[in-house]
């Protein structure tokens, strides 16, 4: 299950688990539609080098049950880095 993740690497914009600014990568690495525009070497997620795609949205019936993920990941120094992992 996606985990939801709440706020952009980069920018540390939040995104609530209906934004339909955020994208991730297969590991879930999440951007806003910002960063990945003006801040991201073509489109890619600079921590593993993958896709970045429009994360999907969970229905808000079923945010209960299972809820986002509040765990916050800055790291503005990945903004426009090369891919490590």
Not at 24 to 29: N, Q, Y
Not at 48 to 66: D, S, W, Y
Request: contains cysteine; positive net charge; hydrophobic residues 30%.
């Amino acid at each position: 299950m996606l985990a939801l993740r709440p706020n952009c690497e980069c920018c540390g914009r939040d995104l609530p688990p209906d934004s339909r600014d955020a994208l991730i990568c297969s590991f879930e690495c999440t951007w806003c539609v910002d960063c990945a525009r003006t801040k991201l070497p073509g489109g890619l997620c600079p921590n593993c080098g993958g896709e970045l795609v429009r994360r999907p949205i969970r229905p808000a019936e079923k945010l209960g049950k299972f809820p986002a993920s509040t765990e916050r990941i800055h790291r503005p120094e990945r903004c426009g880095g090369p891919a490590t992992a």
